[in-house]
């Protein structure tokens, strides 16, 4: 399934463990088919948590080509993996490098290295972790359908 994710950044006051107020700017990402729907899927899933008005100060697209999520509770931070796949021209006889960003959810660096090689396991293609950094991603809502949807067009 092809997605497209957007990274939009949610403004609101936080109350600190102190007790003190704070405004702070937080990322999410978002599974949507575009802008407008972006905007409209981050105030829906952020309504039930923030108490108080918060407001979407930015949306922009994330270049993800794949997304690898982890159950465990310990696995609460997102890594970006810049991952460079080698091929060989079969022409030429020489190598191709290839370029794409994966995000991992993850508990620490090592972590997010195994699960990486975990998720890539099913691959053909050869590749090298080019840079792997933690990124400031809360959390991640990819695109579900209701369960009641029925599809316009019938399954043959």
Known sequence: MMHNWFECKIRYEKTLENGMNKKVTEPYLVDALSFTEAEARIIEEMTPYISGEFTVS????ANYSELFFAEEDAADRWFKCKLTFITLD?????EKKT???????AADLRDAVKKLDEGMKGSMADYIISSMAETAIMDVYPYSAEPDVKPEFPQA
């Open 90 to 94: 079969e022409k030429s006889g020489a």
């Open 99 to 105: 370029s794409t960003n994966v995000l991992v959810q």
């Open 58 to 61: 930015d949306i922009k697209r």
